[in-house]
Nanobody, 125 residues
Framework: QAELVESGGGLVQAGDSLRLSCAAS????????MGWFRQAPGKEREFVAA????????WYADSVKGRFTISRDNAKNTVYLQMNALKPEETALYYC??????????????????WGQGTQVTVSS
């Protein structure tokens, strides 16, 4: 059984920080490439950040570079997304995803085999 469980979302004010966590189990665990995506109401799901299986390579959307940091602890089968200086327009449901078959990260949602249910992040102005 494959499972990804996100946590850490919540309601914050603009400029605040949050750290999201994604716990992997079953076929989603292991040193696979992992990613974070987000989807706001009425908008398409968009890429936020990705990390390779070893954690040695990371990728970010231009809009979050310098403010967000993706990391992982393979001993705990957990991936994190540290989000600083949050903006109201970043209010969305944040999803964790696992490549499942590759150690590389990817910008594209279609490259991820497993998805969590999402955690809501709401940023008030």
């Amino acid at each position: 059984q494959a499972e990804l469980v996100e946590s850490g979302g919540g309601l914050v004010q603009a400029g605040d920080s949050l750290r999201l966590s994604c716990a992997a189990s079953g076929r989603t665990s292991g040193s696979y490439g992992m990613g974070w995506f987000r989807q706001a109401p009425g908008k398409e799901r968009e890429f936020v950040a990705a990390i390779s299986g070893s954690g040695g390579s990371t990728w970010y959307a231009d809009s979050v570079k310098g403010r967000f940091t993706i990391s992982r602890d393979n001993a705990k089968n957990t991936v994190y997304l540290q989000m600083n200086a949050l903006k109201p327009e970043e209010t969305a449901l944040y999803y964790c995803a696992s490549r499942g078959i590759s150690v590389s990260g990817s910008y594209y949602a279609r490259d991820y085999r497993y998805w969590g249910q999402g955690t809501q992040v709401t940023v008030s102005s």
